[in-house]
């Protein structure tokens, strides 16, 4: 690996951000500053923190940034069952995110199993 970028993993939570800003922009202007801003600090932490340990110089750092990772996607799988329980995504939408977030915490897992080796 010669950086963060090269991980399929960080690719595709960068998908899902964009993912969730394209569907939050449609929640209601007044959940801005309350599970908009919540939802969007938890997407944005997934490839934030793969990226911050993979730029450490010690793997047991890196697997600690890539459990912070693993905690921001239940936080964030729990925001998007909030959203949809409210109403402000249907299901498919829901359905969608639910199967990214289980695509990328099954990369990190596999990723930290796989540096637990070395």
């Known amino acids: 690996m010669k950086t963060h970028k090269d991980l399929d993993v960080w690719r595709d ?3 899902l951000v964009t993912d969730i800003y394209s569907i939050t922009k449609d929640f209601p202007k007044e959940e801005i500053y309350g599970i908009t801003s919540q ?11 793969i990226a911050e340990g993979a730029g450490r110089n010690h793997v047991k750092e890196n697997i600690q940034f890539l459990y912070v990772s693993l905690g921001s996607l ?45």
């Open 74 to 118: 239940s936080e964030l799988e729990t925001q998007m069952i909030i959203s949809h329980n409210l109403g402000f995504i249907d299901k498919n939408i829901a359905e969608d995110i639910y199967s990214k977030i289980k695509l990328i915490t099954s990369q990190i897992s596999g990723l930290i199993r796989y540096l637990k080796q070395k």
């Open 39 to 49: 939802i969007r600090r938890s997407a944005i932490s997934i490839p934030s923190n």
């Open 13 to 15: 939570s960068i998908s």
